[in-house]
T-cell receptor, first 111, second 109 residues
């Protein structure tokens, strides 16, 4: 299984600012996934990041709010833009190869 | 109807008890099935894959019923360390997995 390094592990941010989360995979993968997990809820897919093309966003998520970069087959970033307290959540990245492994998560608190 | 449904619990059981969780899925074309464990404030980690013939790993047994579209997880001789949230995960043709909401298990002394 792929090993994924994710950072930062946690952050407390002021509303209106932006935070960029990074995920590095130890092998080349075609697709990377970005999820959000709100307290007491399951994982919700934000978008699929493909190298060489724009990310594919799920319903309810837009590029202006969650811009994604995928410069190569081992790396991706997710930015949470213009944050509000409602963005407080855990953000996780994963890869398309089953069984699915995850980065260790970024615990974001917006104050 | 949600694609993957689980009883959120919590299931509160004493040490040594046997507990079972079920998960139903709506997409009959689903091809892969997993149980993940998620500890508080941690990322989900694979507990076990679920095979058509059923499979066992120590105290854990997973089963798949394609006709009724559900999978189950049985935990025997519960330990305090089994306390966690158990996520049902279903993989389809699109490579994008679908997660259940999770079932919370609390094992008490």
């Amino acid at each position: 299984s792929a090993v994924i390094s994710q950072k930062p592990s946690r952050d407390i941010c002021q509303r209106g600012t932006s935070l960029t989360i990074q995920c590095q995979v130890d092998s080349q993968v075609t697709m990377m996934f970005w999820y959000r997990q709100q307290p007491g809820q399951s994982l919700t897919l934000i978008a699929t990041a493909n190298q060489g093309s724009e990310a594919t966003y799920e319903s309810g998520f837009v590029i202006d709010k969650f811009p994604i970069s995928r410069p190569n087959l081992t790396f991706s970033t997710l930015t949470v833009s213009n944050m509000s307290p409602e963005d407080s959540s855990i953000y996780l990245c994963s890869v398309e190869t089953a069984p699915y492994t995850f980065g260790s998560g970024t615990r974001l608190t917006v104050v | 109807r949600k694609e993957v449904e689980q009883d959120p619990g919590p299931f509160n059981v004493p040490e040594g008890a046997t507990v079972a969780f079920n998960c139903t899925y709506s997409n009959s074309a689903s091809q892969s099935f997993f149980w993940y464990r998620q500890d508080c404030r941690k990322e989900p980690k694979l507990l076990m894959s679920v095979y058509s013939s059923g499979n066992e790993d120590g105290r854990f047994t997973a089963q798949l019923n394609r006709a009724s579209q559900y999978i189950s997880l049985l935990i025997r001789d519960s330990k305090l360390s089994d306390s966690a949230t158990y996520l049902c995960v279903v993989g389809g043709e699109s490579y994008i997995p679908t997660f259940g909401r999770g079932t919370s298990l609390i094992v008490h002394p």
